[in-house]
T-cell receptor, first 113, second 111 residues
Framework: DGGITQSPKYLFRKEGQNVTLSCEQN?????MYWYRQDPGQGLRLIYYSQIVNDFQKGDIAEGYSVSREKKESFPLTVTSAQKNPTAFYLC????????????FGPGTRLTVT | AQSVTQPDIHITVSEGASLELRCNYSYGATPYLFWYVQSPGQGLQLLLK??????LVQGIKGFEAEFKRSQSSFNLRKPSVHWSDAAEYFC?????????FGKGTRLHILP
């Protein structure tokens, strides 16, 4: 089955630690995205990538970093500089950046205490 | 600035009743519009999309939406809701290679 996997489903970290969220897709999509979701806030774009070894900041990139070394993978690191990291994180992909339809993974809920 | 507004944070309807979820957008030209659904703790699934042409679009799970340029609206409708429709619904618009999401409307279903 083609799709997007995110792991783990739940993640707990202590404040001050960096944490990396995994996102893998086997849809052969060029473009990938990371969103943050907070209750009542909708989805906000953190980073996106249209091709391997290239990525762009979204609307709320501060405190986050990404890499795109393989087409299938787009991991997100939540650094200790992110002031309020507890949230639900969603990864998505699309055929390319100009494609309007995005496919979403199941999400990772990160809790930092 | 372009934005998507979903004026209702929560909507409660009885099972079997009709449903309309509101969405308004602000944009200078005809936008590309979407409705997504999210079950609790899950990712988003595309319900339907509007790019051009017929202003009434059909989607999955029996949903439809109507684009009204004069009202800058793209409301989602379903004639008869099922308990399984309880979820959060997001209206979205495409701009500059990005999708801009509304803040969502949570739908509750009464038995």
């Amino acid at each position: 089955d083609g799709g997007i996997t995110q792991s783990p489903k739940y993640l707990f970290r202590k404040e001050g630690q960096n944490v990396t969220l995994s996102c893998e897709q086997n849809l052969n999509h060029d473009a990938m995205y990371w969103y943050r979701q907070d209750p009542g806030q909708g989805l906000r774009l953190i980073y996106y990538s249209q091709i391997v070894n290239d990525f762009q900041k979204g609307d709320i990139a501060e405190g986050y970093s990404v890499s795109r070394e393989k087409k299938e993978s787009f991991p997100l690191t939540v650094t200790s500089a992110q002031k309020n990291p507890t949230a639900f994180y969603l990864c998505a992909s699309s055929i390319d950046l100009g494609s309007y339809e995005q496919y979403f993974g199941p999400g990772t809920r990160l809790t930092v205490t | 600035a372009q934005s998507v507004t979903q004026p209702d944070i929560h909507i409660t309807v009885s099972e079997g009743a009709s449903l309309e979820l509101r969405c308004n957008y602000s944009y200078g030209a005809t936008p590309y519009l979407f409705w997504y659904v999210q079950s609790p703790g899950q990712g988003l699934q595309l319900l339907l999309k509007y790019f051009s042409g017929d202003t009434l679009v059909q989607g999955i799970k029996g949903f439809e939406a109507e684009f009204k340029r004069s009202q800058s609206s793209f409301n989602l409708r379903k004639p008869s809701v099922h308990w399984s429709d309880a979820a959060e619904y997001f209206c979205a618009v495409y701009r500059d290679d990005k999708i801009i999401f509304g803040k969502g409307t949570r739908l509750h279903i009464l038995p």
